[in-house]
């Protein structure tokens, strides 16, 4: 490993350990897609909770319930595929050559693929809990009684979005997954595809949460919706 990889290669671990606390500091200055769905999924469920017919509620968790399944059946394949090559031998590793990739040493290829290995069994980690949660927030839906004391329909409210935010801020950790596996994919073509790669998905992950028009659209629906809360 030359010093231009371990710079890049630091730099990606940078970046990928680093953005979530730099997406707390935005939430807590400019707001992030993710805080600011935090209050409109708590405004879901408290809304749920007075409901009387729960049909729908239970037909969007279906639906994302799905969306989550979708992603991890895909995250296993590509799983499936990077680690057939990576454990199949000298012959399958070296066949990434044909597609362009840096000729280097046998175990710097087998790091390289075990870095995009690496992230993509941490989003696939994530997808299962964010599914299982989703999973319980389902039946604490299905199980919900018909209450009639304001209390306690906000606190199964709340006790509903104590489950369904946790279960989709796995879901937002499994798909940013991919951005970073993408980025350590380059790095088979060389330290500075890596470093560039990394940067890109950075950015552009950065960019959604904060800047981008539907970052503004959730923001502007959460200042109407937070009013609605308990104790507003």
Known sequence: MTILDGVALTLFFICWL?????????AKRSGSINDDMLVVRRVWMTAMAHREIR???SQLMGHTINSGG???STNMLLIAAVASILFGGEQAIRG?????AETVSMKLLEAKLALVLVCL???????????RQMNYALALIGAAPELHVEADRVALGEAAAGLLNPALSAFSQGVRGYYFALA???WLFGPLWLAGGVIAAF???VWRQAASPAARAVRSARRLLEPHLPGR
């Not at 680093?18 to 935005?26: D, E, F, I, K, S």
């Not at 990434?96 to 362009?100: E, F, L």
């Open 203 to 205: 950015c552009l992950l």
């Open 55 to 57: 049909l729908v509620d």
């Open 70 to 72: 979708f992603f991890a």
């Open 96 to 100: 990434i050559a044909d597609v362009g």
């Open 184 to 186: 350590a994919g380059a």
């Open 121 to 131: 069994a941490r989003g696939l980690l994530d997808f299962i809990w964010s599914i």
């Open 18 to 26: 680093g953005y979530g606390p730099l997406l707390a500091v935005l």
